[in-house]
């Protein structure tokens, strides 16, 4: 039996997770959902101080509480930087890590680092009326959907991650890429992997939303680091 902690992405919450969480429930594994704060669940949270370093604490306390001694770290969108963050402090315990069309940054680096400009004009355009909050890209005239879909606080994505050297002490390592979705931020990340002898590297023709599209797939791909 393994333990499995996932980390959903900006924006939303881990019921994007459901479906995932269930296929690893029925196959006899632990499953942690992460709940970030001002996100999803919690969205009543929500402020703008909030930054990645919170989330990253929001995971690591978390994992103790469900007792977790060792266990797979999964992480879609945005929970690419967050997941980066928790692997910097508990890598030791990381028995395989998985990016699902996730970003994938280096040390010293934030998700404004490694976006581009349409990012960056989404990410200022949407601070006019609420200072410290973004919309969910893309998405003109937006309201949030209480407990599911709201604003994301804009610091997460400023904060860089830092290494400490823990983060290279995971054995196992793959990435998810998602061909079906254009623009996408995350081909660099993909061709990354794809290259590296290091990663496990997959693709599914989905759009971003890789979970609720492709269950099967993300259920072996999940199975397999377990082996």
Known sequence: MANY???HGAWGG???YDRTAEDLTA???EVLVAQL???GSR???LDRGIVL??????VVEQVGQAGFDRFILVGHSYGGMVITGVAAKLGARIDAICYIDAFLPEDGQSLWDITGEYEHDWYIRTQKHKPGLVDPIGQENFEPVP???GYHPLLTLLEAVRFTGEEARIPRRAYVYATD????PFTRFAAKAKTDPAWEYHETPTSHFVMPEAPEQVRDILLGLAR
Not at 53 to 58: E, G, L, T
């Open 5 to 7: 902690v996932l980390v």
């Open 14 to 16: 881990g019921h994007g």
């Open 27 to 29: 196959a006899g594994h």
């Open 37 to 39: 704060r001002g996100l």
């Open 43 to 45: 969205q009543e949270e």
């Open 53 to 58: 370093s919170d989330h990253v604490a929001d």
């Open 147 to 149: 407990g599911t879909v």
């Open 181 to 184: 979705w254009q623009p996408t």
